[in-house]
Structures are given as structure tokens and as C-alpha cells.
């Protein structure tokens, strides 16, 4: 079975850090771009960050560049998300999803992507 699962998620304060991760069962993610994309209640979907599956380019959403960092382990067939400084604003359900052939400038839109994880939450509040 092809799957994506988020894990990492959880309950910070602001100004605290996570690590989220994305694994994916029953195919190797070096060949799919990476994105993360998170949504909260009443709003679309919004691109995070994502990376790409041939030399590792990556790309931020202005409202977390300098605070988010996306990497790929290969050997664990895992992609993360180390998230810093998180701010209130950063409350939503993260996604990953994965797609073999994702533009990189066009990688923050969902349109183009294979595979789909179930979400995790992250909630930053005091």
C-alpha cells in the first residue's frame, strides 16, 4: 500500500520548535518532490515548503522563511519539517504529499501532487 504518514505534531508554545516528519511505506521518496502544506478551519490549503526530488531545491512560504526548515533523510525514506519560533499563526493540520513531477517554483500548489498524507496537528498557544 502507497502511503504518506505525518508524525511530529503536537501542543507548543509560542516560540517553541517541533519536527515533523513524513514517511512514506510502499515507494522511495527520492524520485517525488516534497511538499508541506497546512490548513486551518475555513481556509484553503496553503503551500508551507517544499523540495525537490532531483537536487534537493527548496522553497518557503514568506510567512515561515528563516523560521522553517525542510530536509530529506533518503536511507529513512523520510522527509522533515523543523519548525522554529512558532508563532500562534502556525496553529493548523500539516500535510505532506509527494509528487514526481513537481516544477519547483510551481511546488507550493497543490495542483501536481501523487500521494497525500492524513495530517497532523500543530497548535501553538500559551
Not at 515548503?49 to 533518503?74: E, P, W
Not at 493540520?93 to 501536481?112: P, R, S
Request: aromatic share 12%; glycine share 12%.
Amino acid at each position: 500500500q502507497l502511503q504518506l504518514v505525518e508524525s511530529g505534531g503536537g501542543l507548543v508554545q509560542p516560540g517553541g520548535s517541533l519536527r515533523l516528519s513524513c514517511a512514506a511505506s510502499g515507494f522511495t521518496l527520492d524520485y517525488y518532490a516534497i511538499g508541506w502544506f497546512r490548513q486551518v478551519p475555513g481556509k484553503e490549503r496553503e503551500g508551507v515548503s517544499c523540495i525537490s526530488n532531483s537536487d534537493d531545491l527548496t522553497h518557503y512560504a514568506d510567512s515561515v522563511k528563516g523560521r522553517f526548515t525542510i530536509s530529506r533523510d533518503n536511507a529513512k525514506n523520510t522527509v522533515y519539517l523543523q519548525m522554529n519560533s512558532l508563532k500562534p499563526e502556525d496553529t493548523a493540520v500539516y500535510y505532506c504529499a509527494a509528487g514526481a513531477h513537481i516544477l519547483i517554483k510551481l511546488c507550493h500548489y497543490e495542483v501536481g501532487y501523487d500521494y497525500w498524507g492524513q495530517g497532523t496537528q500543530v497548535t501553538v498557544s500559551s
